[in-house]
């Protein structure tokens, strides 16, 4: 893959560990590395990843084996539970420790709380560095001290405005922060939480953006064969997530009855099923194609590894990406991730409620209210609204996919 997908100076450490356990590991883990074993330089040149080697160093001022032991928690050596904090407050760091046994007796998993760490001991790192201590207990000891450590809060805030790359970023740090000094308070440790009070830092708005439909059009015109229609319709039409189409089988198509769908026994929300409203054609194309082939396991995006049933779902969003750049498909400069793909299916689904919503008008007008959302909901059964919905869906998405 092109180096140049990757934005490595504009993003921050904290982001640079999200990328490797969300890229890098999971595709060493599939070509059979061991999971805590350090990648070498030579296989990140040969995968296109040697721009973390200038990332980490030129941004963040670690040698490239210090951001995986430390960072990343890689290597026998360095304990993933207890990695250094990059503070030299011995008191602190106690509470910071409190703190993370605290959070350990909890549901989050270790990869969770190894990105927190980061995110506070960035955190803690450049308050040390703006107002000469990491000793954040002390300055909210009591009330009078509030004003004062609000300023001092907002002013580590501007820091790291400035050096992460989407508000989604912020947001985790912001969440983070704040969950510690809430503990602090909880615990006694303090009188008050600088997090809860206004500061400039403006981090209400998620970074959700959607394809649009002239953008799907480009990528299904950009296809080059069924396989990678699937990938497109899949997210962009069934709105499925990565992991879903890539772990999808012949057991979960139902192509026979009057309205074709997917079942799911086990999905991030419970059981459930998925309306094939447009581009089940491709579906049938694409189970009558592996058919053929022998000793066919019945996985739809079946993997050329023999040790694996199917690609990973981070192999799902590097497919997606390569057919974006081929079909000239950015946003704000960047390749699209797969993710985007879905929320243009949420985003058409959305308009599709509101187009027989306004159909209905006249409905509520004839029944005396000035509400039709009414009459979706109480005067329509269940079979009926779904019918009105996948008809405006279709109308929707064969716009965009038959756009160019």
Known sequence: MSEQTYTWSRKSLDELVTFYECTIGPERQQEGYDPDEIP???WLVEHGYSGLQYAVREHHEMTLSAFFRQAVGLGDDVS????????DNEQMVEYLEQYFRSQQRGAAAES?????????GQFLHHYQALHGTSAIVSRIATIDDQPEEIQRVTAVFDVLDENLASNDSKRRYRSDVDDLYSWLVDRGYGTFNPVRYDHEWDVGKRDNPALSPLQVGALAAATENIEERLIVLGLCAWGLRRSELAALSVENVELQAESPYLSFTTRKNGPGTVALIYGHDVLSDRIAQLSDRQEWNGYLLPSPNAQCDHVTGETV????KSIASRAHVRHQGNLPTSKMGRRFWYSAYADAVEVVIERLQSVAHEQGSSDPMVVF????SEEKRR????DVMYDRLAEAFEKI
């Open 387 to 390: 019918e009105y919905l996948r």
């Open 112 to 120: 969770t709380l190894r990105s927190k760490r980061s995110r506070l």
């Open 80 to 87: 993933r539970e207890t990695p250094s904090w990059p503070i």
């Open 377 to 380: 909901r109480n005067y329509l």
């Open 40 to 42: 070498s330089y030579q």
């Open 317 to 320: 969003n590097r497919r997606f």
